[in-house]
C-alpha cells in the first residue's frame, strides 16, 4: 500500500511568490491534514479538508489556502511568500473516524530567499 | 483551547530506560497520542491512549492519566536508533474528525 506521498521534497522560491505543494493521501483516506514545522519547532496546525471540503484552519494568514479535489488529494497554496515562511510543511491523511493516528508524508522542505 | 507541555530534550545511554513526560490542557479530552520524527523525516504514529493505564507495542509503553491530564512515553532497552524527536498531541473532538494538536517534541539522545 502506498503512503502518503508529497511533491516536490524541496522547493526554493523568491520572496513574494507563490509556492504550491501536492498531497496524494493513502487510499481510503478522506482527511487530509497540512502542518507547517519551521527548523527546531513542533508540528503547526494550518488546514484539514475531509471530502472536498475546508473543516478547520489553524492561525495562519489568508495567504496560506488549499483545496481538496474529488479523489481526496491535496493543494496548498502559499502566496506573497515571506522568508519565515521557510519550513518543513507536511501533510497527513486519516480516516474520517477509526484509529486515532495519522500517517504523515515525508514532507516538502520550501526555502525563501 | 489546547496545550500541551512537554520536556525540549532528553539525554539517556544506550540499554537504559528513559520517560518523555507530557502534561496537557483541553476544552475536550479525545485521547493522547505519541510520535516519532527523525531528522526532520515524517512524523510516524507510536501509541494511542484514549483510557487511563498503560499501553504496551514492544519496547515502547505509553502511560495516561485523566484525572491528572498527565502522560508519559516509555522507551526501554534504549538503542541509538531511538535518537530523535518525539511529540505527543491530543485531538481537538471525537471521533467525528478533528486535528491533532501537538506539542513542542522533545528531543532525545542515546548516547553509547
Known amino acids: 500500500e502506498a503512503g502518503v506521498t508529497q511533491s516536490p521534497t524541496h522547493l526554493i522560491k523568491t520572496r513574494g511568490q507563490q509556492a504550491t505543494l501536492r498531497c496524494s493521501p493513502i487510499s481510503g483516506h478522506t482527511s487530509v491534514y497540512w502542518y507547517q514545522q519551521a527548523l527546531g519547532l513542533g508540528l503547526q496546525f494550518l488546514l484539514w479538508?475531509?471530502?472536498?471540503?475546508?473543516?478547520n484552519r489553524g492561525n495562519f494568514p489568508p495567504r496560506f489556502s488549499g483545496r481538496q479535489f474529488p479523489n481526496y488529494s491535496s493543494e496548498l497554496n502559499v502566496n506573497a511568500l515571506e522568508l519565515e515562511d521557510s519550513a518543513l510543511y507536511l501533510c497527513?491523511?486519516?480516516?474520517?473516524?477509526?484509529?486515532?493516528?495519522?500517517?504523515f508524508g515525508s514532507g516538502t522542505r520550501l526555502t525563501v530567499v | 483551547g489546547q496545550s500541551l507541555e512537554q520536556p525540549s530534550e532528553v539525554t539517556a545511554v544506550e540499554g537504559a530506560i528513559v520517560q518523555i513526560n507530557c502534561t496537557y490542557q483541553t476544552s475536550g479530552f479525545y485521547g493522547l497520542s505519541w510520535y516519532q520524527q527523525h531528522d526532520g523525516g515524517a512524523p510516524t504514529f507510536l501509541s494511542y491512549n484514549a483510557l487511563d493505564g498503560l499501553e504496551e507495542t514492544g519496547r515502547f509503553s505509553s502511560f495516561l492519566s485523566r484525572s491528572d491530564s498527565y502522560g508519559y512515553l516509555l522507551l526501554q532497552e534504549l538503542q541509538m536508533k531511538d535518537s530523535a524527536s518525539y511529540f505527543c498531541a491530543v485531538r481537538d473532538r471525537g471521533n467525528q474528525g478533528g486535528k491533532l494538536i501537538f506539542g513542542q517534541g522533545t528531543e532525545l539522545s542515546v548516547k553509547p
Open positions: 479538508y475531509d471530502e472536498g471540503e475546508e473543516r
Open positions: 497527513a491523511s486519516s480516516l474520517r473516524t477509526g484509529p486515532q493516528g495519522y500517517t
